[in-house]
């Protein structure tokens, strides 16, 4: 079945770039995205990939594909203390009746210090 | 309301007794999505409707769980005899059509099973 792996932890100052990885397994997926889960609130998509893409920018965020090595990074440019949050890696069941049944990584923990 | 409405959204219950956890989703979305997200995990998928019919429920764990939408919009899930491992927040998306992961999420219900 299908797996989705996220570093646990990722800490970094105000201002600075931050990437977070995602790997996934599978192969077929024909979109990746990306979920923001902050306390008290609804996970919210952030941005998201067609899987014949490479690259993706929305503002500060930019999304990379490396479809060969199944690795998919979210980089947020100057990040804000308002940034810190829960993010989720997740896959499309490309082959399944929906593309709303989602497959998700653990998360990552993105902590911005002033 | 603007979002997807949970209730309750917290629920606490001894292990073995029977409980409901209702999802009211976007006005107009005819796809609607249960996930369970246990402690420093991502949401896993549970099942999905279209319209009134369970389009697939293959997430569901056991026959304790089940889940209706009568009439299209407002969806409960009910867990019967429960048991100490279903402790977990259960979280309701919501969509326009089945064909895009762009998921709006709820709240959540947190349900802790003593």
């Known amino acids: 079945g299908e797996d989705v792996e996220q570093s646990l932890f990722l800490s970094v100052r105000e201002g600075d770039s931050s990437v977070i990885n995602c790997t996934y397994t599978?192969?077929?997926?024909?979109?990746l995205y990306w979920y923001k889960q902050e306390p008290g609130a609804g996970l919210q998509l952030l941005t998201y990939?067609?899987?014949?893409?490479d690259m993706k920018q929305d503002q500060r965020l930019t999304v990379l594909l490396n479809k060969k090595d199944k690795h998919l990074s979210l980089r947020i440019a100057d990040t804000q203390t308002g940034d810190s949050a829960i993010y989720f890696c997740?896959?499309?069941?490309?082959?399944?009746?929906?593309?709303?049944?989602?497959?998700f990584g653990q998360g990552t923990i993105l902590t911005v210090h002033p | 309301g603007a979002g997807v409405s949970q209730t309750p959204s917290n629920k606490v219950t001894e292990k073995g007794k029977y409980v409901e956890l209702r999802c009211d989703p976007i006005?107009?979305?005819?796809?609607l999505y249960w996930y369970r997200q246990s402690l420093g995990q991502g949401p896993e998928f549970l099942i999905y409707?279209?319209?009134?019919?369970?389009?697939?429920d293959s997430g569901l764990p056991n026959d304790r769980f089940f889940a209706v939408r009568p009439e299209g919009s407002v969806s409960t899930l009910k867990i019967q005899r429960t048991e100490r491992g279903d402790s977990a927040v259960y979280l309701c998306?919501?969509?326009?059509?089945?064909?895009?992961?762009?998921?709006?999420f709820g709240e959540g219900s947190r349900l802790t099973v003593l």
């Open positions: 998306a919501s969509s326009r059509t089945a064909n895009t992961g762009e998921l709006f």
């Open positions: 599978d192969s077929s997926s024909t979109y």
């Open positions: 990939i067609f899987s014949n893409m």
């Open positions: 997740a896959e499309g069941d490309a082959g399944g009746t929906s593309y709303g049944k989602l497959t």
């Open positions: 006005s107009g979305h005819t796809a």
């Open positions: 409707f279209q319209g009134t019919g369970a389009a697939d």
